[in-house]
């Protein structure tokens, strides 16, 4: 079974401050993505990455960013977090092509910004 | 542009059928079905392809119209355990490997 680990559950920072949400997938899988999720808006694509050291922006990339050193590593970074992304944090991954293969999403990390 | 579903939400019982739509304003490769229960990941459903095929899982099934650039997920028969949040996901021609989601369709099966 593919596995897609958020290192966070729930996570509280404070306005301004820097935060890595860390996400890890042991599958090898080239496609991985970070989504955030609001009540009523779904799931909304920050950016997505299908190679090491590449990168996509998303539908909502502005105050994010990210960083895929590694294959099975993909980090979304707050530069300066604020209230407004307080969200759920979906990660997830799928093999190349993706075409025909499912999204492995991980279980979310609840970040709130006060 | 995220796609568009509809409706935002249902409430059935037991034993109803309800029928939720998904649809993009530009062409697809795929559209992926998901299913989200409160607290949980999204769990995948189907996926189908440019071609109009019908998938189904279980008394789970959908249609995909290419030349409509829509997608239904009909649920028959409906048991508890379908309650949850449905989202379909598309993959546009025009941007591989974007996967894009729709807002969701919450659906409350009733005893």
């Known amino acids: 079974d593919v596995k897609v680990t958020q290192s966070s559950r729930y996570l509280v920072k404070r306005t301004g401050e820097k935060v890595f949400l860390e996400c890890v997938q042991d599958?090898?899988?080239?496609?991985m993505f970070w989504y955030r999720q609001d009540p009523g808006l779904g799931l909304r694509l920050i950016y997505f990455?299908?190679?090491?050291?590449?990168?996509e922006k998303g539908d909502i990339p502005e105050g994010y960013s990210v960083s895929r050193e590694k294959k099975e590593r993909f980090s979304l970074i707050l530069e300066s977090a604020s209230t407004n992304q307080t969200s759920m944090y979906l990660c997830?991954?799928?093999?190349?092509?993706?075409?025909?293969?499912?999204?492995?999403f991980g279980n979310g990390t609840r970040l709130t910004v006060t | 542009q995220q796609p568009v579903q509809s409706p935002q939400a249902v409430i059935l019982r037991e034993g109803e059928d309800a029928v939720i739509n998904c649809s993009s304003s530009?062409?697809?490769?795929?559209v992926h079905w998901y299913r989200q229960k409160h607290g949980e990941a999204p769990v995948f459903l189907m996926i189908?392809?440019?071609?109009?095929e019908q998938k189904g899982h279980d008394k789970i099934s959908a249609s995909f119209n290419e030349k409509k650039q829509q997608s239904s997920l009909y649920l028959t028969a409906s048991q508890l355990s379908y309650s949850g949040t449905y989202f379909c996901?598309?993959?546009?021609?025009?941007?591989?490997?974007?996967?894009?989601f729709g807002a969701g369709t919450q659906v409350v099966v009733t005893p």
């Open positions: 599958m090898d899988h080239e496609n």
């Open positions: 530009k062409a697809l490769y795929s």
């Open positions: 996901g598309t993959e546009r021609t025009d941007s591989w490997g974007k996967f894009q």
């Open positions: 997830a991954s799928t093999p190349s092509g993706g075409l025909g293969s499912p999204l492995h």
């Open positions: 990455s299908y190679d090491v050291k590449m990168k």
């Open positions: 189908l392809l440019k071609g109009g």
